[in-house]
């Protein structure tokens, strides 16, 4: 036989009141009875019986409803964690939980240093407990709140390929730093016609260390003096650099730069984008995910972009974690990637025994005196004033 919800109702009515003062015995014999009549598990008939008996019903008053309890554990997370998460996260440029979670005390404490967040003890100490998978749980709504796609303008340079060895494996000392891998990243909008502004992208592979520069053109003159620049703003010695087959570096010009300077310089094989893998997620990470892809064009936005450089090589090598692929194991058709724990090149650095102590603390010295939210409030105030300086694609600037 079939019990209607308005049975239930009524028995639950009756039983409720008899049931909460009874005995364990007693109570077990109840739930039997109504578990019986109604066919619920005895788990909810409990839960259904347990509920506040309401009070008599007044004359001219309202139906009493109880409050709905809230069913299982309190939330740990409170509004203030999730608040303070949110700012960490917003200012590392939205990271995922994995590259995040293992920089989260040294953000917090940085945060803190210049006074950018007031927050109790255990809210510090929830935050640098959290785990990845929790952190993409409580933000995965933020993320969901923030594709692109360019054009290729790497073109051949047929001179002196003979002379500029492909890349091997056993050519370099990886795990030293000083090896830079570079590349050019276009900003020519939707049309790769007339001239237009590019950035140089160089990304130390041992430690991650990138450096970014602008340059008015693919002239190897600019391109040269470009990587003078990354040069000089490097913490430790180039020693070698590693190229695509375009003709802004496959040229005269920087073959000898690099031989006067005893800089040794390889390119990849043409056509294999991953001989470049480092650079090349740079390319994304540093750049087009900053700038975009706009066309530029003069002289005015290249000074305005190197100065966006000049912060950002702050923000990326000082406070914005990565992760190193250290294994890659193919079973079938599935390859299973290894990554190691998410660092920033400066702690990558601090870390290394082969570093000269000196080296160290100006480091150390610079990155006290850095607060990463005033960094990343100049960047995007800088990106907003270049934004007015972005030219419309090259068709429709010059259609006839």
């Given at each position: 036989?079939?019990?209607?919800?308005?049975?239930?109702?009524?028995?639950?009515?009756?039983?409720?009141?008899?049931?909460?003062?009874?005995?364990?015995?007693?109570?077990?014999?109840?739930?039997?009875?109504?578990?019986?009549?109604?066919?619920?598990?005895?788990?909810?008939?409990?839960?259904?019986?347990?509920?506040?008996?309401?009070?008599?019903?007044?004359?001219?008053?309202?139906?009493?409803?109880?409050?709905?309890?809230?069913?299982?554990?309190?939330?740990?997370?409170?509004?203030?964690?999730?608040?303070?998460?949110?700012?960490?996260?917003?200012?590392?440029?939205?990271?995922?939980?994995?590259?995040?979670?293992?920089?989260?005390?040294?953000?917090?404490?940085?945060?803190?240093?210049?006074?950018?967040?007031?927050?109790?003890?255990?809210?510090?100490?929830?935050?640098?407990?959290?785990?990845?998978?929790?952190?993409?749980?409580?933000?995965?709504?933020?993320?969901?709140?923030?594709?692109?796609?360019?054009?290729?303008?790497?073109?051949?340079?047929?001179?002196?390929?003979?002379?500029?060895?492909?890349?091997?494996?056993?050519?370099?000392?990886?795990?030293?730093?000083?090896?830079?891998?570079?590349?050019?990243?276009?900003?020519?909008?939707?049309?790769?016609?007339?001239?237009?502004?590019?950035?140089?992208?160089?990304t130390d592979i041992a430690t991650g260390w990138t450096e970014t520069r602008a340059v008015i053109n693919k002239a190897a003159v600019h391109t040269k003096e470009?990587?003078?620049?990354?040069?000089?703003?490097?913490?430790?010695?180039?020693?070698?650099?590693?190229?695509?087959?375009?003709?802004?570096?496959?040229?005269?010009?920087?073959?000898?730069?690099?031989?006067?300077?005893?800089?040794?310089?390889?390119?990849?094989?043409?056509?294999?984008?991953?001989?470049?893998?480092?650079?090349?997620?740079?390319?994304?990470?540093?750049?087009?995910?900053?700038?975009?892809?706009?066309?530029?064009?003069?002289?005015?936005?290249?000074?305005?972009?190197?100065?966006?450089?000049?912060?950002?090589?702050?923000?990326?090598?000082?406070?914005?974690?990565?992760?190193?692929?250290?294994?890659?194991?193919?079973?079938?058709?599935?390859?299973?990637?290894?990554?190691?724990?998410?660092?920033?090149?400066?702690?990558?650095?601090?870390?290394?025994?082969?570093?000269?102590?000196?080296?160290?603390?100006?480091?150390?010295?610079?990155?006290?005196?850095?607060?990463?939210?005033?960094?990343?409030?100049?960047?995007?105030?800088?990106?907003?004033?270049?934004?007015?300086?972005?030219?419309?694609?090259?068709?429709?600037?010059?259609?006839?």
């Amino acid at each position: 036989m079939r019990v209607t919800m308005k049975t239930r109702k009524e028995i639950t009515k009756v039983t409720r009141q008899r049931y909460q003062k009874a005995s364990r015995k007693e109570k077990s014999k109840i739930l039997d009875e109504v578990c019986e009549i109604t066919g619920w598990h005895r788990k909810h008939a409990t839960r259904v019986l347990n509920k506040p008996v309401p009070p008599p019903k007044k004359q001219g008053s309202k139906q009493f409803v109880a409050p709905k309890e809230a069913r299982g554990r309190r939330p740990i997370y409170t509004d203030e964690v999730l608040a303070t998460l949110r700012k960490a996260w917003a200012v590392l440029d939205c990271p995922c939980g994995k590259r995040l979670v293992p920089v989260m005390e040294e953000t917090l404490d940085a945060l803190l240093r210049f006074g950018e967040i007031g927050i109790e003890a255990n809210t510090y100490d929830l935050l640098c407990r959290i785990s990845p998978a929790t952190c993409d749980r409580l933000l995965a709504h933020d993320r969901k709140k923030v594709s692109l796609k360019g054009r290729p303008t790497t073109k051949p340079g047929p001179l002196l390929r003979s002379r500029i060895p492909v890349r091997t494996f056993a050519d370099w000392n990886e795990g030293y730093p000083g090896f830079l891998e570079v590349d050019l990243v276009a900003h020519c909008g939707t049309s790769a016609r007339g001239e237009y502004i590019n950035s140089l992208d160089a990304t130390d592979i041992a430690t991650g260390w990138t450096e970014t520069r602008a340059v008015i053109n693919k002239a190897a003159v600019h391109t040269k003096e470009a990587i003078e620049a990354v040069r000089r703003d490097l913490p430790f010695p180039l020693l070698g650099i590693d190229s695509d087959n375009g003709s802004e570096f496959i040229n005269d010009i920087l073959f000898r730069y690099c031989k006067d300077n005893r800089i040794t310089f390889t390119r990849s094989r043409p056509n294999k984008k991953n001989d470049c893998c480092y650079v090349e997620g740079k390319n994304w990470h540093v750049v087009r995910k900053l700038i975009g892809y706009d066309r530029y064009e003069g002289q005015g936005a290249v000074d305005l972009l190197n100065q966006v450089y000049d912060r950002l090589r702050l923000f990326t090598n000082f406070f914005s974690p990565q992760q190193k692929l250290i294994e890659k194991v193919r079973d079938g058709a599935k390859v299973r990637k290894r990554y190691d724990t998410a660092k920033t090149p400066y702690r990558r650095i601090m870390e290394d025994d082969g570093f000269a102590p000196d080296v160290k603390k100006a480091l150390e010295r610079q990155y006290l005196s850095l607060n990463p939210v005033t960094i990343r409030k100049e960047i995007l105030a800088l990106v907003q004033e270049l934004r007015r300086l972005a030219k419309r694609p090259w068709k429709e600037a010059h259609r006839w």
